[in-house]
Structures are given as structure tokens and as C-alpha cells.
């Protein structure tokens, strides 16, 4: 099993849809988790972190299962703007990890 | 505004050339840079540690002699690619960790280096 494993997509969407992303991690002992975005060509930027009590900013959503090692990112209302790559990153002990990112495309 | 600063933004550069790639923290001191690439189609892949007054921390399969990491001060990151080939060619970006925790990063715009 990869260390950390994202769908690739792409997930072609409407606009207003919603959408929903995981992204598994192998490592039980990881302690850190996050979203990134990234647009072609550019470098990511973060989205926003992962607890496992979840953590909610504006129509993104992004919660933490640690006993099935998974995070998920979900996207209310999606605009056309939210098309990227969304990447998750797993950080251990001494090891951080980029999953190779699920591409969304956000059609009119 | 953009925190970290990468230079140049884009290079070619002759097979068995140098490069140096210059990664900056522009209104905050950092001990710990990060070097990744990212081939296309690929997620972005941990190179190496850059820290400040000691040696860069590479990471498996990475070679040090020739992906070369200086961190001059503590607001500049270099990264050389000595001796390069066309499979170098890659876009290559720097992280600071940011001012609030240690596990976010501030990532810089990265560097398209293309051999030839």
C-alpha cells in the first residue's frame, strides 16, 4: 500500500455541485494532516488543516477518520474557480508526504 | 502578499552545467527550508532539509553531491544542481515552515528547470 494514496480524477462537476474527496494515508502513526491547492503550473497553497474534530471554512469542509487512516475534503456550492488539483499531505515523525492530488474540474 | 521567493522562476540550461536556485523567506527568518520537485503528473517529492548552520538533510535516493543546498542566512535557502542532465529537468519549489506552526508551509513559486 502507497504511503499516501488520492484518487486522480478528474471529477468533472457542475457548478453549484458538491464534492467530495479522500485521501488515505498507510502510516498509523501519522500526526499531522493537510489540504493543499494547486493550480497548474503553480506552486501548492494550503488549504486548510485536518482535525479530527473537523474543520470547516466557508463551503470546504475537511475531517480526519483515524481508525480507517483516511481524510476526506469536501466542497459545497462549487464555483468555477475551485478548479485545481488538491493535494493532501501526510506529516509523521520525521516524514512528510504529498499524495499525488485529485484533480477537480468545475464546469459552467 | 508572497512570503517566500524563488529565483529565477525559470531556467535552461546545457547538459553537464550548473544551476542555483535561490529560495528566500521575505519577512521572517527560517532555519528550516524544504526542498521538493515535481515531475509532470507527479506529486511533489521531498528532496531535502536545508538548515541553517549545519548540513541539509537529504532524503533517500537523493544524491548530495549533486543537488547542492547552502543555507547562507537565515532568510536564503540555495539549492545548486551540479553537473546537470536532461532528466533533472523538473519544476523545483521551496517551503518555509511558517510563523505559527512548524507543520504548515509557506511554499515558494518554484523554479521550471529545463535541461537541454
Known amino acids: 500500500r502507497k504511503e499516501v494514496e488520492q484518487d486522480p480524477g478528474p471529477f468533472n462537476v457542475p457548478e453549484g455541485a458538491t464534492v467530495a474527496f479522500n485521501c488515505t494515508y498507510s502510516?498509523?502513526?501519522?500526526?499531522?494532516f493537510f489540504w493543499y491547492r494547486q493550480d497548474c503550473r503553480k506552486e501548492p497553497k494550503l488549504l486548510m488543516s485536518v482535525y479530527s474534530s473537523g474543520n470547516e471554512d466557508g463551503r470546504f469542509t475537511a475531517q480526519l477518520n483515524r481508525a480507517s487512516q483516511y481524510i476526506s475534503l469536501l466542497i459545497r456550492d462549487s464555483k468555477l474557480s475551485d478548479s485545481a488539483t488538491y493535494l493532501c499531505v501526510v506529516i509523521g515523525y520525521s516524514t512528510l508526504t504529498f499524495g499525488k492530488g485529485t484533480m477537480l474540474l468545475v464546469s459552467p | 502578499g508572497a512570503v517566500v521567493s524563488q529565483h529565477p522562476s525559470r531556467v535552461i540550461c546545457k547538459s553537464g552545467t550548473s544551476v542555483k536556485i535561490e529560495c528566500r523567506s521575505l519577512d521572517f527568518q527560517a532555519t528550516t527550508m524544504f526542498w521538493y520537485r515535481q515531475f509532470p503528473k507527479q506529486s511533489l517529492m521531498l528532496m531535502a532539509t536545508?538548515?541553517?548552520?549545519?548540513?541539509?538533510?537529504?532524503e533517500q535516493g537523493v544524491e548530495k553531491d549533486k543537488f547542492l543546498i547552502n543555507h547562507a542566512s537565515l532568510t536564503l535557502s540555495t539549492l545548486t544542481v551540479t553537473s546537470a542532465h536532461p532528466e533533472d529537468s523538473s519544476f523545483y519549489i521551496c517551503?518555509?515552515?511558517?510563523?505559527?506552526?512548524?507543520?504548515?508551509?509557506?511554499f515558494g513559486p518554484g523554479t521550471r528547470l529545463t535541461v537541454t
Open positions: 536545508s538548515n541553517e548552520g549545519s548540513k541539509a538533510t537529504y
Open positions: 502510516n498509523s502513526a501519522s500526526q499531522s
Open positions: 517551503s518555509a515552515p511558517t510563523r505559527t506552526s512548524s507543520y504548515e508551509q509557506y
